[in-house]
Structure formats: C-alpha cells, structure tokens
C-alpha cells in the first residue's frame, strides 16, 4: 500500500525559504500515471494547491506562488521536494503532499501524506 | 486560475439527505473530484470523475455535474459524516483548483 510522508522545517522566519520532502514508500514515484503534488492548509482555512511534478520533472505551479516555488523529483530516492522561498506569515500551513492519479482517478488525489505543520514567525 | 464556489456550511438532520454545490465557470467540460475532511486528518477522495467512488467509500456518497454546477449528495447522512467537504477541478492550464470548502453539521 502506498504512503507518503512529509518531513522538513517546522519553524521558520519571515524572508527564509521552506523546504520539505515527501518520501514515497509502497510503490514507486516514477509509474506512469501519475503525479506527485504539494498542497497546503492555513490555520482554519480551505486547501490551496501549491504545485506538482511528474516522475520526468515536468513541473506544474498554481500562478500566486509561481515566482516563489520549487518543485524537484528524485527518483533515486523515491521523494519529490518543495521550496518555498521569502516565506511571511501567510506561508503559515499545514502542508500535505499526496499523489494526482490521472490515469484511475481521473485527477483525483487518492494518497496524502499526513501532513506537516510550519509556522512562520519571528 | 478560476474559482470554485461552496455554500460555508449546511446541516442536515441524521437520516436525511445533504447536496453540496460547487459552481465554477464550465465545470461541465472538466472532472471534478470531491474530497471529505475531518478534523485533524488528511483529506480523503471520496469521488472523482464526477461520480464515481473509489472503493471502499459508501454508497450514500454520489456526485453529479452539469452546466457550471457539480453536486455532491449524501443519502441517509450518518453523525461520521460530520465533517469539511471539498470540490476540485483541474482548469485550462493545468492548474488545480480547489472549492472553497463547506462544512457540514449532522444534528
């Protein structure tokens, strides 16, 4: 079965830059079919997609975050990472990553890591 | 990117049925996936495709769409129920976009 977990920097200061990775286990990052996205969650607020990446490195961003965002693929490891630089407060979420399955769900993300919390502040 | 719009909240009387909307400029013309969300967890794909349910979600969840309006129904609502709700599509370019959110009280 396949699981996603997230892991990286909790607390950062405005202006630094978030990094995180998304370890795959139970399957392999590089199947065909799919992609691999971040998504995020402010305190008490709705999901917002940051972005996501295929198995070959083709990257997908949603335009708001464009200009500050990084998505990378290492298909050694089976993981894919985001940076997000110049973070301010707003960057404060709980982020997920999770799995886009094109070809069995038609887009729907049917695997999602558990989530981690970062917090920006000074 | 375009905007999917949710009614806030909605409550719905155990036993009774819930419809959710999502409305958002030709909704028709992509796949729309719902999602549900407890408190404290991830969320979970609960339909895709418009309205079709992945295995293992129960059969009292079923979804619609037509014209600029996609609709999630929850026949028989159950208290497990209780929980966020919601809408995504992916746009033109390829950017996904999620709805807004609804939060559903079954009391």
């Known amino acids: 079965q396949l699981q996603l977990q997230e892991s990286g920097s909790g607390l950062l200061k405005p202006s630094q830059t978030l990094s995180l990775t998304c370890a795959v286990s139970g399957g392999s990052i590089s199947t065909d079919g799919y992609s691999w996205s971040w998504i995020r969650q402010p305190p008490g607020k709705g999901l917002e997609w940051i972005g996501y990446?295929?198995?070959?490195?083709?990257?997908y961003y949603n335009p708001s975050l464009r200009s500050r965002v990084t998505i990378s693929v290492d298909r050694s490891k089976d993981q894919f990472s985001l940076r997000l630089r110049s973070v301010t407060a707003a960057d404060t979420a709980v982020y997920y990553c999770?799995?886009?399955?094109?070809?069995?769900?038609?887009?729907?993300?049917?695997?999602w890591g558990q989530g981690t919390t970062v917090t920006v502040s000074s | 990117s375009s905007e999917l719009t949710q009614p806030p909240s909605m409550s719905v009387s155990p036993g009774q049925t819930a419809r959710i909307t999502c409305s958002g400029d030709k909704l028709g013309d992509k796949f729309v996936s719902w999602y549900q969300q407890k408190p404290g967890q991830s969320p979970l794909l609960i339909i895709y495709?418009?309205?079709q349910r992945p295995s293992g979600i129960p059969e009292r969840f079923s979804g619609s769409s037509s014209g600029n309006t996609a609709t999630l129904t929850i026949s028989g609502a159950q208290s497990m129920d209780e929980a966020d709700y919601y809408c995504q599509a992916w746009d033109t370019s390829a950017a996904e976009v999620f709805g807004t959110g609804t939060k559903v009280t079954v009391l």
């Open positions: 495709q418009d309205s």
């Open positions: 999770a799995r886009v399955a094109w070809a069995t769900f038609s887009g729907g993300m049917d695997v």
């Open positions: 990446i295929y198995h070959n490195g083709n990257s």
